[in-house]
């Protein structure tokens, strides 16, 4: 039997992109694909709640939806160490619940990020450099921050020079993050790092938002089985291992 999804978001750029994945899979169920002005109850009455929304108010949606026991798909941005950390600790405490937590649907992403977790490693200065089309509300990305936190962890510490002059860029785990925001643009991220004599540079190209619906697909699969536990980045959804 399919699982039934509701996506919360559906008049996005991403929700939309999902709404049409899940009418695709002969393994879910489409439910309901709610907009801002539609009442929340509405997607828990299903068993997978997607939530591509905003920032702002996706902590408020991922929170209610734990609450009533449903598993929930985490697609919009923001989602830092700290939300997760609060996240996890919902999701203990909401028997059935569960939680995925994906920053970036795109494989390419998913192994360019790994790629800059390994480099992290070997090199003590990096920056990003990450650019999106101009109606994304945040800055810096959450691909970019998950980014960082990872390349923190896996090396550092990492100390950018003049940090306290505004355009060195927002920074994370010791990393600046710089956030272009074009007409023209759906998603690039580049990860540059600096060493004695040379410079690599890890870059990502998203074109088309078909790069997405795998890692989509994917992820609603990981979330229908997920109980009790909170997984993070399509990496771990795909056992990729850096």
């Given at each position: 039997?399919?699982?039934?999804?509701?996506?919360?978001?559906?008049?996005?750029?991403?929700?939309?992109?999902?709404?049409?994945?899940?009418?695709?899979?002969?393994?879910?169920?489409?439910?309901?694909?709610?907009?801002?002005?539609?009442?929340?109850?509405?997607?828990?009455?299903?068993?997978?709640?997607?939530?591509?929304?905003?920032?702002?108010?996706?902590?408020?949606?991922?929170?209610?939806?734990?609450?009533?026991?449903?598993?929930?798909?985490?697609?919009?941005?923001?989602?830092?160490?700290?939300?997760?950390?609060?996240?996890?600790?919902?999701?203990?405490?909401?028997?059935?619940?569960?939680?995925?937590?994906?920053?970036?649907?795109?494989?390419?992403?998913?192994l360019?990020t790994?790629?800059?977790?390994?480099?992290?490693?070997?090199?003590?200065?990096?920056?990003?450099?990450?650019?999106?089309?101009?109606?994304?509300?945040?800055?810096?990305?959450?691909?970019?921050?998950?980014?960082?936190?990872?390349?923190?962890?896996?090396?550092?510490?990492?100390?950018?020079?003049?940090?306290?002059?505004?355009?060195?860029?927002?920074?994370?785990?010791?990393?600046?993050?710089?956030?272009?925001?074009?007409?023209?643009?759906?998603?690039?991220?580049?990860?540059?790092?600096?060493?004695?004599?040379?410079?690599?540079?890890?870059?990502?190209?998203?074109?088309?938002?078909?790069?997405?619906?795998?890692?989509?697909?994917?992820?609603?699969?990981?979330?229908?089985?997920?109980?009790?536990?909170?997984?993070?980045?399509?990496?771990?959804?795909?056992?990729?291992?850096?």
């Amino acid at each position: 039997m399919a699982f039934t999804v509701a996506v919360v978001g559906a008049s996005g750029r991403l929700g939309g992109v999902v709404a049409r994945v899940v009418e695709a899979m002969p393994e879910a169920e489409l439910v309901a694909a709610l907009t801002s002005q539609d009442a929340l109850d509405v997607a828990l009455r299903a068993e997978v709640v997607v939530d591509a929304t905003h920032p702002a108010v996706s902590p408020e949606i991922v929170g209610a939806a734990v609450e009533h026991g449903r598993r929930v798909l985490v697609g919009t941005s923001g989602w830092s160490e700290d939300r997760i950390a609060v996240l996890r600790g919902r999701v203990a405490a909401s028997p059935g619940s569960g939680a995925v937590v994906i920053p970036n649907f795109s494989l390419g992403s998913a192994l360019a990020t790994g790629f800059a977790t390994i480099a992290a490693r070997y090199f003590d200065s990096a920056e990003i450099i990450e650019a999106h089309h101009a109606g994304k509300v945040d800055s810096p990305s959450g691909t970019a921050v998950r980014t960082a936190e990872l390349m923190a962890a896996a090396g550092g510490p990492f100390s950018a020079p003049h940090a306290d002059q505004r355009a060195r860029g927002q920074q994370v785990g010791g990393i600046p993050i710089h956030s272009l925001r074009l007409d023209g643009v759906v998603a690039r991220q580049e990860v540059r790092f600096g060493g004695t004599g040379e410079t690599l540079t890890i870059s990502h190209d998203t074109v088309s938002s078909a790069a997405y619906e795998a890692g989509i697909r994917a992820a609603l699969l990981r979330t229908a089985e997920t109980a009790d536990e909170v997984v993070v980045g399509l990496d771990a959804v795909l056992g990729l291992s850096f």
